[in-house]
């Protein structure tokens, strides 16, 4: 059940993705109750407020004036007002501006109550099919080949899924720099349009989605998250030592025994190990 809400308070709102059903009854009774909605665009966020009969006042914080209003803002609070903040769509500070002002809060003792709701990150996790138990969030890649080159490079070796937005004008180049620096075998999911009309969900090879993003224009349309699964380490990865102690187990043991025990004296996976001493015993 919804508290009322509190004063001298920022409350960090999420807004929906698309799908303007999205936002969340919290969410509402927050933007109501608020004095003021600090918003990346007041015309963009205008209309749908305006729908859900939201008539809170707003001001613009974006990028190019949020550390002018910081102090402004927090003044505000700090005299017992409240506030919330929100972004064009999804999650405010998930590649989008609110990260100063979030942090000054922090810093002068005034309480920031986060609303959740979308982030593009996280619903196209949830719905890519890669591992999810350790993602990587690399929000948007660097917009000259040069430095985004060397930033995939960077994560090429990278065990987690790893997860970067991208916007329709850069896709194609992007998605060419990741089979350059990943290779093309490498697992890729490119969620599109995720809540709207043409949702896409795509899983396939770097090189395959590169091929196919070339053939069909309409798969260049829209707002990306891309997925790239992570690098399978290879038994040839484990350390000399690791391959050491299964040899010398190897030598009175069993594979399974062995492997399970020079799982625990190395800390390497067993099954790492037992896919090793499988592969010692074929040859
Ligand atoms: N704050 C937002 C969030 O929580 O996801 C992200 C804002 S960022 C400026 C916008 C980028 O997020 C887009 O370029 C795209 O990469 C991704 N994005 C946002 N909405 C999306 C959607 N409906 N489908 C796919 N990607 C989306």
Redesign the pocket.
């Known amino acids: 059940m919804f508290v009322s809400i509190e004063k001298g308070v920022l409350y960090v709102v999420a807004m929906p993705?698309?799908n303007r059903k999205d936002i969340s009854l919290r969410a509402i009774d927050v933007l109501q109750e608020v004095e003021l909605i600090a918003a990346e665009d007041t015309r963009h966020s205008g209309p749908l407020l305006k729908q859900l009969g939201i008539d809170t006042p707003m001001l613009a914080l974006h990028d190019h004036n949020e550390r002018g209003l910081v102090d402004n803002l927090v003044g505000r609070l700090r005299e017992g007002g409240n506030l919330a903040l929100i972004?064009d769509?999804?999650?405010?500070l998930?590649?989008?501006p609110g990260f100063p002002l979030v942090r000054e809060c922090h810093r002068q003792g005034i309480r920031v109550s986060p609303i959740p709701g979308?982030?593009?990150?996280i619903c196209?996790l949830s719905a890519a099919g890669l591992p999810t138990d350790r993602f990587i969030f690399e929000g948007f890649p660097p917009r000259t080949q040069a430095a985004r080159r060397d930033r995939f490079k960077s994560l090429a070796t990278e065990t987690g899924t790893l997860v970067f937005?991208?916007?329709g004008h850069r896709i194609q180049h992007c998605v060419s720099d990741l089979v350059e620096c990943f290779g093309g075998d490498r697992p890729v999911v490119m969620?599109?349009?995720?809540?709207?009309l043409y949702e896409t969900i795509l899983f396939s090879t770097l090189k395959e989605l590169h091929d196919r993003l070339e053939d069909e224009p309409v798969q260049r349309k829209g707002?990306?998250?891309i997925l790239i699964g992570g690098t399978v380490k290879s038994a040839e990865d484990l350390s000399p030592e690791s391959e050491r102690v299964l040899r010398i187990l190897l030598k009175e043991l069993p594979v399974k025994q062995a492997s399970s025990l020079a799982a625990r004296i190395t800390g390497e996976k067993k099954n790492r190990l037992y896919r090793l001493a499988l592969d010692w015993q074929e040859d």
């Not at 769509?89 to 405010?92: K, L, N, R, V, W």
């Open positions: 993705i698309g972004s769509a999804g999650t405010p998930i590649s989008d979308a982030s593009a990150v196209a937005y991208e916007s969620a599109r349009e995720l809540t709207k707002e990306f998250v």
